[in-house]
């Protein structure tokens, strides 16, 4: 019974990671599972699946197989009308919606299975170790927790065969304390590979809510897959206008500024950050910059270009920039970094014209597995 139910469980996992793969795009145009999102897993909605099953009438009553009848008679009782389907369509939908849990790392699977993306290579190793146990054999002694069944079976049944009391006829095995058999581990000690997204976001006023909200849906699956990749994941976030401060993920996605945009402000202050808390040797650095394109002059770009050649690509493992397509912004910024640095392959550029470009974006993003 335990043996079915689990089966079961495992085609209603598979069926469900169908069911979320062919509606993923429209999950990520729509944002809907930012809010869903908890600690470790999100609630996604998906078709009602119903498991097919018989439902037996009453024994006293006339069916299939019971009572009068010929062989060609119509299946049904007396008053049985046919229907020729005509009539009003409805109104309703005749689809159930189910809220099925699922967590971040199957989600990021689905994610990566969908897109195809390449698993990450590791640019470096942390100096920071963790400990991990690793099952390696069988001992005599143990917790109970550890006792390995089978092999504690084997050992009983071995025991009762030799000495004569086994009974092939009544093959009951009932182990004795010396029949015992635990799991033994060690403890292995390894590196931990470790990374940091650096978001930096453009707040001036050319930045509209709309622009914030794609933003916002892309970062959530970008942290998603990256997380999947390594254990340990941090994030900070810089907003920019004229000037550049590091805040919160909250005030991050909320602030909106009217001033100018000078876009080295906030280069400047993601090399700071890397230079004092993520050295290169020890952590996989991920800056991603989104701005709707436009700059306080080409001046200002061409220092933008000048801390990114010195200070920040030889330290990371790619440095991503997502242009979002706004009827205030000039869209000249990603043609400048196209023009000036489009022999570095560490430079990711992406144009999100709306929210149905964002999977595409995220493509471009993680696709080469950097």
């Known amino acids: 019974m335990s043996l079915k139910i689990d089966q079961d469980h495992s085609r209603f996992r598979g069926i469900v990671r169908g069911k979320i793969r062919d509606n993923l795009r429209r999950y990520i145009s729509q944002g809907e599972l930012l809010g869903r999102k908890g600690k470790d897993i999100v609630s996604i909605p998906v078709p009602h699946i119903d498991t097919p099953r018989f439902i037996f009438g009453d024994k006293q009553k006339g069916g299939v197989g019971q009572g009068d009848g010929e062989v060609g008679d119509a299946v049904g009782g007396e008053g049985d009308e046919q229907q020729d389907g005509a009539g009003q369509a409805g109104k309703d939908a005749g689809e159930h919606i189910l809220e099925v849990d699922i967590t971040l790392d199957e989600l990021a699977d689905i994610l990566g299975e969908e897109l195809e993306l390449p698993a990450i290579e590791n640019k470096g190793k942390s100096r920071i170790i963790a400990a991990k146990d690793k099952y390696t054999g069988i001992r005599r002694v143990g917790p109970e927790s550890l006792r390995h069944f089978k092999r504690t079976y084997r050992e009983g049944l071995k025991r009762a065969i030799a000495s ?50 794609i933003v916002r849906i892309e970062s959530f699956w970008i942290d998603a897959w990256l997380r999947r990749q390594y254990q340990g994941l941090e994030s900070r976030y810089i907003i920019h206008d004229a000037v550049a401060r590091e805040v919160d993920r909250d005030t991050f996605f909320r602030t909106r500024e009217s001033g100018g945009t000078m876009i080295s402000s906030a280069y400047r202050l993601a090399a700071q950050l890397i230079d004092q808390h993520y050295p290169s040797t020890e952590w996989n650095v991920y800056p991603f910059h989104f701005s709707d394109g436009d700059n306080w002059s080409m001046e200002d770009t061409l220092t933008c270009v000048e801390i990114l050649k010195r200070d920040v690509l030889p330290r990371v493992n790619m440095f991503a920039y997502g242009q979002v397509e706004s009827p205030y912004g000039s869209g000249q910024f990603i043609k400048d970094l196209r023009e000036h640095l489009s022999g570095d392959e560490r430079v990711v550029t992406s144009e999100i014209r709306d929210r149905d470009a964002i999977v595409g974006s995220i493509k471009d993003f993680l696709g080469k597995g950097k």
């Open 164 to 213: 004569g009391a086994y009974d092939p006829k009544n093959p009951l095995v009932v182990p004795q304390h010396e029949d015992k058999r635990y799991r033994s581990w060690t403890e292995d000690l390894e590196p931990v590979a470790n990374a940091v997204i650096i978001y930096m976001m453009d707040v001036s006023g050319s930045m509209g809510d709309e622009q914030k909200e």
